[in-house]
């Protein structure tokens, strides 16, 4: 099928804001800096999942589904913004969600996700460990019970990246190219944070389908290695070229870019550099970042620039992608000297 073919079940309205942060910009040297604001979305606060829920529901309701299975962190955004979703469409959410930081289990239950994935009616199981497998056995069994109660489940994959739910961020790439020519730039660069690849691949994707040859897609990897996410990055645009059709070689090798030096111990483990991004950018911007994504990305942008490591470097654009309401966990590495 073409990409215009794929059905889309719109949750929220585009496209998002696009514009200059002039202060951060000062700040940092003689660049200019931009910002994608994915962050502000109409599912429960938004963020990047939300452009994927709207291939990934049309998909679900396509199937007759009367309910959804999702998985992620106790603090997932991802989560979050899939029971958004399944409310607003009458749908029953199951979510099973694992604990990243086994010593935050406490901080993690008090995020400002995990307390709104409540309000909003998910049925919620608690698997205590970050073990893949673990969650994974408890998400079939989840499923085979629905199954056996008479209902038709669907499976919201991890983060929403499969080759269906990344479609969303090749749109958002075409969004990107309107804002960018309205704009009069031609950025470089583009950062964002990656973790499960759809974003990464559906953006990437996107601008090369739509005829953007030259801007960098560059993912700063927020839990693994370099060559493990340049693998899951291949498997995803694998998977969105199996839904629609492309030229065999629209990405080369060269096109995956990955940074894996500022994720510091593991996934949602904080980072000095993190940290200072992210009171950095809402000193200066009035915008919040938070310590599992987006402020990796940006520590990881702000390296980049200030150290010389980008050839060529102009118009820098910063995809936010949401992640705000996981800031709570993290109260405590913020709130020394937090008052005259
Ligand atoms: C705020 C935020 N940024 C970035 C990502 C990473 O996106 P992806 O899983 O598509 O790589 C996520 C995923 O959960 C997220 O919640």
Same mark, same amino acid.
């Given at each position: ?25 000062? @700040? ?104 893949? @497998? ?138 000095? @550099? ?10 200066? @911007? ?55």
């Amino acid at each position: 099928m073409k990409f215009e073919d794929i059905p889309r079940l719109p949750l929220t309205s585009l496209p998002t804001s696009f514009y200059a942060m002039a202060n951060l910009s000062k @700040e940092l040297g003689d660049i200019d800096i931009y910002i994608k604001r994915d962050d502000v979305m109409e599912l429960a606060h938004g963020g990047n999942k939300t452009r994927k829920l709207e291939y990934v529901f049309a998909d679900a309701v396509a199937k007759g589904a009367d309910c959804v299975i999702t998985m992620g962190g106790i603090q997932s955004n991802h989560v979050r913004q899939t029971v958004s979703g399944a409310a607003k469409l009458g749908l029953e959410s199951h979510v099973i969600l694992n604990n990243p930081v086994p010593t935050m289990k406490k901080q993690l239950l008090g995020s400002g996700n995990y307390l709104m994935d409540v309000i909003m009616g998910a049925h919620i199981y608690l698997v205590d460990s970050d073990d893949d @497998e673990q969650t994974i056995a408890k998400m079939n069994e989840v499923r085979n019970d629905l199954i056996k109660a008479g209902k038709n489940p669907y499976m919201v994959p991890l983060g929403a990246s499969d080759g269906i739910g990344s479609l969303g961020y090749m749109l958002a790439a075409r969004e990107l190219m309107i804002q960018w020519e309205n704009n009069n730039i031609s950025p470089s660069h583009i950062f964002l944070g990656t973790g499960s690849c759809g974003t990464h691949a559906g953006l990437l994707m996107g601008l090369r389908y739509f005829g953007n040859k030259t801007t960098k897609v560059v993912g700063i990897s927020v839990s693994q290695p370099e060559d493990i996410k340049k693998q899951t990055l291949r498997d995803v645009i694998s998977q969105i070229k199996a839904v629609i059709e492309v030229e065999d070689n629209l990405i080369s090798e060269q096109d995956l870019i990955i940074k894996d030096q500022y994720y510091g111990q593991a996934y949602a483990y904080p980072t000095a @550099e993190a940290n200072a991004a992210i009171k950095l950018v809402a000193r200066k @911007e009035g915008i919040l970042l938070d310590p599992v994504y987006t402020g990796k990305a940006m520590a990881g942008m702000i390296d980049m620039i200030k150290n010389n490591k980008l050839d060529n470097p102009q118009d820098i654009v910063f995809l936010h992608s949401g992640g705000a309401p996981a800031l709570h966990p993290y109260a405590e590495l913020f709130l020394e000297n937090d008052h005259e």
